[in-house]
């Protein structure tokens, strides 16, 4: 069965630029979370989603937004890049929002 | 407030046992995680404890749970290389799930 997979593996933008990373749980699981993880640090949440409902959103600004399908796949969008928003971009899946967290391998941004 | 602590590197012989510590703050968590990352890659669940348990066994990992000290410490038996990697603790809050608050990870190095 496949995990939690997640694209791009690795990209480079420039600062002022937008970004959109996918993220396709694994089957049967309805919610997905978004977590960055900065160079050195552990991981930052950054948004819940369930049933295609935002449940939860971390300390990030209005630039991060999110949205899950009715395929409950996913995307992250980040608009007017920062060079402090390089960070490896975490997606994870479960049943529901308080099952066991499964992650993909990550989303490898790096903003220059 | 919420806040998750950890040394950040530990260094031990093969064969050796190794201990990870880790302290956090807000005394309404409700599990308490350890995740395993190896370079490149997503993070790996290596085991969890509820946070109404002292200790929790599994095959060469012992967790042991200090609530009163508010202190988490991952106990790995007859370390291989093969356990070198980054180690973050995790907690979740009660009626947060999802949300998970890692630590900024603490480095293992094994030495033949």
């Known amino acids: 069965d496949a995990g939690v997979t997640q694209s791009p593996t690795h990209l480079i933008k420039t600062r002022g630029q937008h970004v959109t990373l996918r993220c396709s749980p694994i089957?049967?699981?309805?919610?997905v979370s978004w977590y960055q993880q900065v160079l050195g640090q552990g991981p930052q949440f950054i948004f819940q989603?369930?049933?295609?409902?935002?449940?939860g959103r971390g300390n990030f600004p209005d630039r991060f937004s999110a949205r899950q399908f009715p395929n409950y796949s996913s995307e992250l969008n980040v608009n007017a890049l920062l060079l402090g928003d390089s960070a490896l971009y975490l997606c994870?899946?479960?049943?529901?929002?308080?099952?066991?967290?499964?992650f993909g391998e990550g989303s490898r941004l790096t903003v220059l | 407030g919420e806040d998750v602590e950890q040394s950040l590197f530990l260094s031990v012989r093969e064969g050796d046992s190794s201990v990870i510590n880790c302290t956090y703050t807000?005394?309404?968590?409700?599990?308490l995680y350890w995740y395993k990352q190896e370079p490149g890659a997503g993070l790996q669940l290596l085991t969890y404890?509820?946070?109404?348990?002292d200790m929790k066994q599994d095959q060469r990992l012992t967790v042991l749970l200090n609530k009163k000290d508010k202190h988490l410490s991952l106990r790995i038996a007859d370390t291989q290389t093969g356990d070198s990697a980054i180690y973050f603790c995790?907690?979740?809050?009660?009626?947060?799930?999802?949300?998970?608050?890692f630590g900024q990870g603490t480095e293992l190095s094994v030495k033949p």
């Open positions: 807000d005394s309404s968590s409700t599990y």
């Open positions: 089957s049967g699981h309805k919610s």
């Open positions: 995790a907690e979740t809050l009660y009626n947060q799930g999802g949300k998970l608050i």
């Open positions: 404890i509820f946070s109404n348990m």
């Open positions: 994870a899946s479960s049943l529901d929002p308080f099952g066991e967290l499964f």
């Open positions: 989603y369930y049933e295609k409902e935002e449940r």
